[in-house]
C-alpha cells in the first residue's frame, strides 16, 4: 500500500512531511501539491523550500478542465517553478462550473479532489495508496475516520505549538499570517480575515475579483453567481465595504482578541478529502 501526503503547502502539512520521512522512510512515501493558483506568494516560496529542505520529489498538479462538461476533470503534472499565484486553474474550474460560494464550495473537489484522486489512481491503481493529511492531535473535528485515508495525528501526538515551534527553530518558515493561508480570499475564512487579507494584499483582491466578474466565468440558472459568494449570500466587494473606516491592524486585533487563528483554525490548509473548518 503506497503512502501518499496530500501537501498542502501549511505548517502542519510540512510537518507530516517531516515525519513520514522519518517514521517510513523517503523511498516509502510519495508527496503531491495540488496548486489552485490561488496561494499566497509565500506558501508558494515555502513549498519549493520544504522540497529542497526533505528531498521530497513533489509531485505538483493543476486540474484539467479542457474536458466537456460530462467528462470530468483531469489533471496536468506541472515542475514546481511553475507553481504560482496566476489565478489560472480558478479561472479554468469557474470557466467550466462557475463560481463555487458558501453552501457550494465545490472547488476543493474540483481543483484538488478529483485531480488528487485521478492521478492517485492513474500512477498505483485504486485501492492501492492510502492518502495522507496533515491534521493533527488536537483538531479532533477534523479526525473523521474514512476508507483509505490516515491522519498525522496517528503517528504523531504533535499539537499545533508543537509545529510552531519546529518550525521556529528552522532557516526558513511560512512566514504569513494564517488569515493569508489558503486560497487567500476563500469564502470559508470569517469576514474579518477577508478583510485582514484585503488589507495585505490589495493587488490580489483587485485581480480576484475581475477574474470573478469576468465574461470567461459560466453564468447560468445551474451556477452560482459572484454577487453572492461570501456569507449572507453577498459579494467580496460589498463584503469588504463593511470594514469601510477600519483600517487593517483593527480588523487583525479584533482577529487576535476573538481568538481566530487559535486550534481548528481553517486558514491553516485546506485538505484533500478533508474539507469542513
Known sequence: ????????????????????IDKFGKDNVDFIFMD???????????????????????????????RPLGGGVYYN?????????????FQQMAGKYGIPYTGGMFCTDRMKLKPFKKYCDDVYGKKN????????ADEPKRLTPKPFIKYMAEITDAEKQDVINYWSKMPFDLGIDEWLGNCVFCPKKSNLKLAAAQRDEPKHYHDFI???????????DNTGHYSKMYRGKQ????LIATFDGSTGEEIKSRIRGSK??????????????NQQG
Open 210 to 220: 475581475s477574474l470573478l466578474a469576468s465574461d470567461s466565468v459560466r453564468v447560468d
Open 235 to 238: 459579494s467580496l466587494q460589498s
Open 36 to 66: 489552485t493558483g490561488a496561494e499566497h506568494p509565500k506558501t508558494y516560496e515555502f513549498i519549493r523550500k520544504v522540497n529542497d529542505e526533505f528531498g521530497l520529489n513533489l509531485v505538483c498538479l493543476r486540474g484539467d478542465f479542457s
Open 77 to 89: 503534472i506541472v515542475d514546481i517553478s511553475d507553481i504560482k499565484q496566476d489565478l489560472k486553474p
Open 129 to 136: 495508496y492510502e492518502t495522507w493529511l496533515g491534521i493533527r
Open 1 to 20: 500500500m503506497k503512502k501518499v501526503v496530500s501537501f498542502s503547502g501549511g505548517r502542519t502539512s510540512a510537518y507530516l512531511c517531516k515525519v513520514m
Open 260 to 273: 481566530m487563528i487559535d486550534t481548528n483554525s481553517c486558514s491553516e490548509s485546506c485538505e484533500v478529502f
